[in-house]
């Protein structure tokens, strides 16, 4: 399946920066915060449809967050903590290539930019250059030739506590009528809440993906609201059988 072509207007132009820090933080940050609202919503009102007891439909609620978030805060865990070590074998690889074959290494990242247009003689004098500093060649051929920036890398510890966060702040949404409310008000409150806060997110995804944040406010609301009427309705359908 196609996606949507992408407006040229909205690329940024040569001269701007592709992917600023702020969208770097930013991106977990919302996502984190989409995966709770979603999945939790769709929780929520699967056991509203297969029981409407607000006892249950909060204890089912506080589960689905608090293991979603751990899962969430663990896997980034994970995640960022394997690119770490990764990239510190790395390091300690290359440093013992430049040590042990330095003209290997020499003619592999020349290879790399004459294969980019530089020609013989620019390519030469442009690893001399990084070869003055065996740490920038490090980093460099890093990068080159497995793809790791070590700027890329944040802290695993900060990562998984902006996970948890984030999908803890998402999760919370559709249960927070459940804790002030109680019956059609509590699940109507609980439904418009988490479509509010699924426009603003989806048009959040949108400005990161660059792309009008109607065109994101409105999938993202499509999306989860399919998402939440299939649940309460195989809640519904299994709550009746059940009584």
Avoid at 113 to 127: I, K, P
Avoid at 187 to 199: R, V
């Amino acid at each position: 399946m196609r996606s949507a072509a992408v407006d040229e207007r909205s690329l940024p132009a040569a001269s701007e920066p592709h992917e600023t820090r702020a969208n770097t933080v930013l991106r977990p940050i919302v996502f984190g915060a989409n995966d709770g609202l979603v999945s939790n919503l769709a929780l929520v009102m699967g056991v509203a449809g297969a029981n409407p007891e607000p006892g249950i439909i909060v204890l089912a609620g506080v589960a689905g967050l608090i293991a979603g978030a751990f899962s969430m805060g663990v896997g980034e865990y994970i995640s960022v903590q394997s690119q770490r070590e990764l990239l510190d074998y790395q390091v300690a690889f290359q440093r013992k290539q430049l040590r042990d074959a330095p003209e290997q290494e020499r003619r592999i990242l020349a290879r790399i930019y004459r294969e980019r247009g530089f020609s013989d003689e620019e390519a030469a004098r442009f690893v001399d250059a990084v070869f003055d500093e065996p740490d920038h060649a490090v980093r460099l051929l890093i990068f080159e030739e497995v793809g790791l920036d070590e700027r890329s890398i944040g802290s695993p510890l900060i990562a998984a506590a902006g996970s948890f966060a984030a999908f803890t702040a998402g999760a919370f949404i559709p249960l927070l009528p459940y804790l002030l409310a109680s019956g059609p008000a509590a699940f109507a409150g609980s439904l418009a809440a988490s479509l509010t806060a699924l426009a603003l997110l989806g048009a959040g995804i949108a400005s990161l993906t660059r792309r009008p944040a109607l065109f994101g406010a409105v999938r993202q609301v499509l999306l989860g609201g399919i998402a939440a009427a299939f649940t309460y309705a195989v809640g519904l359908a299994i709550g009746v059988g059940v009584r």
